[in-house]
């Protein structure tokens, strides 16, 4: 057991060296992509089911990487979430996308993925007023979409920052509803203006039961608080036409476009 102890020891060391190698060479990487601005927005329409028009665009992270090519936000996201570099790349994010929404042909909304160690450290609040006052955008064009994981921390601090917020006029939307363990709770925690629907739940549309019954559920709850709701993911007319029938807001996915650069915004604006 002993020898077969110290193989383990072997085995396992030089691989945790790596990961703990790769961890900071990536935070790094971050830190000059930051500084030598490697990273782009893309952004994704949220269509209006009743209008059947664009009701604006999710502002979604990309890094230009020098040598690996585009990154996708999974891959750099939960490190610097662990780095604590999202602080100054979540501010960065916010100020470009209102930046951007203020030179739309239209005053659609623009959204804005949170982070809950942007509500743990520093004056998130002070960031979010000061991005809308220099882009000169109206606060109520803004969205910010939170996972749970940011009512988690469940401290009064971060519900008088999101009521701060929402009494400026900018939107608070629950993002990935359902995937969390509680959801239902957080809904009384805070008054959102809008639950965005996971779509694992909008996959299953086509092949179980039990799905479209979730989602009917959601959007019957949501109306009754006084939300709106957006079905996430939606890639088939199928999966739209039952979204339609269970009453969403709103949806967004390939069906409708995938996440654009930022130029290809105006056209799509422009065009409808
Ligand atoms: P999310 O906020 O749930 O964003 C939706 C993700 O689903 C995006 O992936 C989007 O490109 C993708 N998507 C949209 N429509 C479809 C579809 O029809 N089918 C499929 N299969 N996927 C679709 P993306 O851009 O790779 O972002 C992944 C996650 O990274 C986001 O999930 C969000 O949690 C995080 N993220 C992205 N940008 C930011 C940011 O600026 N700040 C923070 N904190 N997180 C970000
Ligand atoms: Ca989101
Ligand atoms: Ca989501
Ligand atoms: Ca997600």
Not at 100 to 126: C, H, K, M, T, Y
Not at 246 to 259: D, F, K, W
Request: hydrophobic share 45%; net charge negative; proline share 4%.
């Amino acid at each position: 057991a002993k020898a077969e102890g110290r193989n383990v020891h072997r085995f396992f060391e030089p691989a945790m060296d790596v990961a703990v190698q790769t961890r900071r060479s990536v935070e790094l990487d971050l830190r000059v992509a930051l500084a030598e601005q490697q990273f782009a927005l893309a952004f994704q329409p949220f269509l209006d089911l009743s209008t059947n028009r664009i009701a604006g665009f999710e502002a979604l992270v990309r890094w230009h990487h020098t040598v690996r090519g585009v990154v996708s936000p999974a891959a750099f996201v939960p490190i610097a979430e662990e780095t604590g570099m999202i602080v100054p790349l979540g501010e960065w994010v916010l100020r470009r996308a209102c930046h951007e929404a203020a030179r739309w042909p239209q005053a659609v909304r623009v959204s804005v993925n949170l982070s809950p160690v942007q509500f743990r450290s520093g004056d998130i609040d002070a960031t979010v007023i000061a991005a809308l006052r220099e882009a000169k955008l109206d606060p109520r064009r803004l969205e910010l979409e939170i996972t749970e994981g940011v009512l988690l921390q469940d401290n009064a601090s971060t519900l008088a920052i999101l009521h701060r917020l929402k009494g400026l006029g900018v939107r608070i939307a629950m993002d990935d509803f359902g995937t969390g363990y509680s959801s239902l709770g957080y809904l009384r925690a805070f008054p959102f203006d809008k639950i965005k629907i996971d779509r694992a739940f909008v996959a299953d549309l086509s092949v179980r039961p039990d799905a479209l019954a979730i989602v009917r559920a959601v959007t019957t709850l949501a109306d009754s608080l006084g939300m709106t709701t957006t079905a996430e993911g939606v890639e088939t007319e199928e999966q739209l036409a039952h979204l339609r029938d269970a009453g969403c807001t709103e949806v967004q996915g390939y069906l409708v476009s995938r996440p654009v650069a930022v130029e290809a915004v105006a056209p799509m604006l422009v065009g409808r």
